[in-house]
């Protein structure tokens, strides 16, 4: 216990135990230099400069969606062995997905640990445990993973600061905001086709209910994702019930 306490506030204090990549820099120099990676849009190399901020040796970041289905396609970044991020990655995201969405809410920026599987291959110098945060980047919500350091443990403090400029840096990457509002407007026909495909009908069955051709239900599916920079139906459908569409 006492090792372990010692260990919190050497971190904390801003001493780095040996065998950890991480410099100290101030918030606002990581502000700065996220805002030119944003620039540059090198993803990887934001997540990079959080995840040695914080003092974590890996970092993996998805979109935290209602469904689970393609899990691989909702992860954004990683720098996890790809093995790692195709089994223990791809089970956490899915787990995650199946929690309610009162449950999401409350966890907003709220950091969570866990520990990966006995079996896991991991990189050197990381323990079986990480941290997991969620947050939010305009209309859409993440999920940044944290792979803690064998031999050091993380602030909770630096963590929830870790979440907050991981969310700055994401609204700097997704920033939608130069769409028009009129652009983003869905009309009446794509919303019912919006509240049609969250029933689980299918583009058949979507035009039987309404009366038109099923490649123009189709078109107005691809119109409703456009607008809502949506690139699947389930993706679609996890921002109609955001945002109170269905």
């Known amino acids: 216990m006492a090792t372990s306490a010692k260990r919190e506030n050497v971190e904390s204090s801003g001493d780095v135990p040996k065998g950890v990549s991480h410099r100290l820099i101030t918030t606002e120099q990581i502000i700065t230099r996220l805002a030119q990676k944003a620039d540059c849009q090198d993803i990887t190399g934001g997540l990079g400069l959080l995840a040695e901020y914080v003092g974590a040796v890996g970092f993996l970041l998805a979109r935290h969606e209602l469904s689970n289905e393609n899990v691989l396609d909702n992860i954004v970044s990683s720098n996890w062995p790809f093995d790692m991020v195709r089994k223990s990655g791809v089970d956490i995201i899915s787990a995650m997905s199946r929690s309610t969405e009162l449950d999401k809410c409350l966890s907003v920026l709220t950091p969570t640990f866990s520990m990966l599987p006995d079996e896991t291959i991991l990189p050197y110098g990381a323990s079986r445990q990480f941290c997991s945060v969620i947050f939010s980047a305009g209309r859409s919500r993440y999920c940044l993973m944290l792979l803690c350091p064998a031999d050091m443990i993380l602030s909770q403090q630096r963590l929830r600061e870790t979440a907050l400029l991981t969310s700055y840096f994401a609204s700097l990457l997704f920033n939608d905001s130069v769409r028009s509002t009129r652009e983003l407007e869905l009309t009446e026909r794509e919303l019912e086709c919006l509240y049609w495909i969250a029933e ?24 409703v994702m456009r607008k809502t920079a949506t690139r699947t139906r389930s993706e679609a459908i996890a921002y109609a019930v955001r945002n109170n569409l269905v």
């Open 200 to 223: 689980g009908k299918t583009s058949d069955e979507i035009a039987t209910i309404i009366g038109i051709s099923k490649n123009t239900i189709n078109n107005y599916i691809t119109s």
